[in-house]
């Protein structure tokens, strides 16, 4: 049975708390950005005032293999800065059994990157690059074996299991998702993933009408089911960014250089189709300031965006473009926003996305309830200061895309019953 971490009484217990610790190091191993250690605090100091030990897990990085660079012993001192105690480190996640019995209430252990095992993720690593269908059988076999014992073991730490970690919630992996199953009735969310997921359902279960997205980004190809799952939500649907040159080519527009996906076109006639049945007003750019290179100082025009002319490449949203997304955002009760209407990372060609995030402030002062996520948008709306003008800021772009596109996420999935 999930249990609610405001209920449960941690008296006495240890809990194992799957984190999100995945922080940017600089080349001296500081913490450049230390949000995501500062997000899990709530529910580490929950546990901990309600008289319980703490095993913190996590992953860093993206190591294949034991890597000092990604050990998470970097950052101890600052996690414990933050909890206000000292925090014990466990350089090895499967010998910590002596350490994890010897904790008392109130005391902290951070097991080392969880990645440094294949088994954290399951799959098999080190194979050769000319190794046969039997030989990678084999190998994912016996990584899906290892991968029960190390299950096992982290499990063997501890009473009772949180997962507080929204970031990789959308991993079937063994600390976000198979450890659940160790505690049948000593599971739950911690208050990151608790507020993740009330987010996602305001707007996709409880949203108040009109209900905006604004979706941009780059490709179709990686948004397709987010954007087919929302024309079954929304009222409006504001498709920016590179991704909608895909469309604009598809009904027959001229691009130039612009970014798309010619074997997306017919995904995307039959997106708009689909809108136009299901009364979804969807609203592409109707002209966009183009650039002749992707280079900050390239020169720039604002051109219509069905007439791109050859050499030049759609690179940020127009003022017009901005005027009717403006009025739609404005109007909305409930918005969801994720990502970039231009090629943000270049400052020349950010202004359109720095407007949406200006718009959905707005629009959330006027009593609008908006989520944003995925890291352009996010990086957006805190450049401009709205970080808490907005109603939420998802911590994790890819967990908020999945569910967005109405799947299960595995370490949600654990959790519930
Ligand atoms: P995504 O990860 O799918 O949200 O895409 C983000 C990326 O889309 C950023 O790196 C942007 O530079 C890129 N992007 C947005 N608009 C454009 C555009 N008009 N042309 C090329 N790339 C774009």
């Known amino acids: 049975m999930q249990q609610h971490i405001d209920t449960y009484d941690f008296t006495g217990k240890t809990a194992i708390v799957r984190v999100d610790f995945n922080v940017p190091l600089d080349e001296n191993f500081n913490i450049t950005d230390d949000t995501r250690i500062r997000a899990a605090m709530p529910t580490l100091k929950k546990v901990l005032a309600g008289g319980g030990a703490l095993i913190l897990m996590s992953h860093l990085g993206r190591p294949k293999k034991v890597d000092p660079k990604f050990s998470l012993k970097h950052i101890v001192n600052h996690v414990s800065e933050c909890l206000g105690v000292p925090v014990q480190f466990a350089d090895d996640c499967m010998k910590a059994d002596a350490q994890a019995a010897a904790l008392k209430p109130g005391e902290v252990l951070l097991l080392e990157n969880l990645r440094f095992y294949a088994e954290e993720e399951g799959k098999p690593r080190g194979l050769a690059d000319d190794a046969t269908d039997e030989e990678k059988a084999a190998a994912k076999k016996a990584v899906k074996e290892s991968q029960k014992e190390f299950v096992k073991k982290l499990a063997s730490y501890a ?96 691009i130039g250089n612009s ?25 592409l750019s109707v002209a966009t300031v183009a650039g002749q290179a992707f280079d900050n100082d390239t020169p720039r025009q604002t051109v219509d965006i069905y007439n791109i002319p050859d050499g030049w490449e759609g690179m940020d949203a127009s003022e017009a473009s901005l005027e009717n997304w403006k009025k739609i955002i404005l109007e909305s009760k409930t918005i969801l926003w994720n990502g970039p209407v231009g090629v943000f990372e270049l400052p020349n060609f950010a202004h359109g996305t720095e407007e949406i995030a200006k718009f959905v402030a707005e629009a959330t002062q006027n009593g609008a309830y908006s989520l944003v996520g995925g890291g352009d948008s996010v990086a957006a709306v805190t450049k401009m200061g709205f970080a808490d003008k907005v109603s939420y800021v998802s911590t994790g772009g890819g967990a908020m895309l999945e569910a967005i596109e109405g799947k299960d996420l595995p370490g949600i999935a654990a959790i519930r019953d």
């Open 159 to 254: 009473d009772c299991y949180i997962n507080d970690a929204f970031g990789t919630a959308h991993r079937a992996h063994a600390s976000t998702a198979l450890i659940a199953a160790y505690f049948p009735n000593d599971k739950m969310f911690g208050y990151l993933m608790e507020k993740e997921i009330a987010a996602i359902d305001n707007v996709l279960k409880n949203a108040k009408r009109p209900f905006t997205a604004i979706i941009g980004g780059s490709k179709v190809s990686s948004k397709l089911g987010v954007l087919k799952n929302l024309l079954d939500k929304v009222d409006n649907l504001i498709i920016g960014g590179g991704m909608g040159y895909t469309f604009i080519k598809a009904e027959g527009g001229k």
């Open 259 to 283: 970014i798309h996906e010619d074997e997306l076109m017919p995904d995307a006639l039959e997106i708009l189709k689909e809108a136009k049945d299901k009364g979804v007003n969807i609203s």
